[in-house]
């Protein structure tokens, strides 16, 4: 049982609080498929997909370049290529869910309406690490040929934080706007 007075932050907290579960209990991950995923709800969850596989091809390719398995031009041009895609489609998406998707969304049910509060504070605290995470992409894509491997390194030590805080709110987000479209429908979502 998940305390809702325990410390929500994104940093901190390990999924939704039970007071925000109440329509998850309803419609369980596993019966999503089963419930009737509309096209707009699979776009919606295929574009969290596409970001956790960028996260963790930039890792990868990061690692490969650290480690020499990788040429220093093809992993320059492809973290400028992921890395622009990442932090542009991400940026689009916060936009689009905070100034579309949760003012409609959080109307249809007044039980679940802090959890909004809560995804839009996380999208707050996860600008701080895409502004992070573009200065340490750019400081490898400026660095020179001795400089190149320490920025590389502390890039990917940035990436290895952002990602899980990054999954956490994805998941999150699943966990409560999957319910709600679910039970009350698309109305409003344009
Ligand atoms: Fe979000
Ligand atoms: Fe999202």
Do not use: C
Request: charged fraction near 30%.
């Amino acid at each position: 049982m998940r305390d809702a007075g325990a410390d929500l932050a994104l940093g901190t907290r390990d999924g939704l609080p039970d007071a925000l579960r109440v329509l998850l209990a309803e419609f369980p991950r596993e019966e999503w498929e089963k419930a009737g995923l509309s096209p707009l709800i699979r776009f919606w969850l295929d574009r969290h997909m596409m970001f956790r596989k960028l996260t963790v091809r930039l890792a990868a390719d990061a690692r490969a370049a650290i480690d020499g398995r990788a040429d220093p031009r093809a992993h320059a041009a492809a973290l400028s290529r992921f890395g622009g895609l990442f932090v542009g489609e991400l940026h689009g998406h916060h936009h689009v869910e905070d100034a579309h998707y949760f003012p409609v969304l959080s109307r249809h049910d007044a039980r679940l309406e802090t959890g909004f509060g809560l995804l839009d504070a996380d999208h707050h605290a996860l600008d701080g690490h895409l502004h992070a995470f573009v200065e340490r992409a750019n400081a490898v894509l400026q660095a020179d040929a001795v400089a190149r491997h320490d920025a590389t390194g502390r890039f990917l030590d940035g990436l290895e934080g952002f990602a899980p805080l990054l999954e956490r709110h994805l998941t999150d987000e699943e966990d409560l706007v999957v319910p709600v479209l679910l039970k009350y429908g698309e109305r409003g979502m344009g």
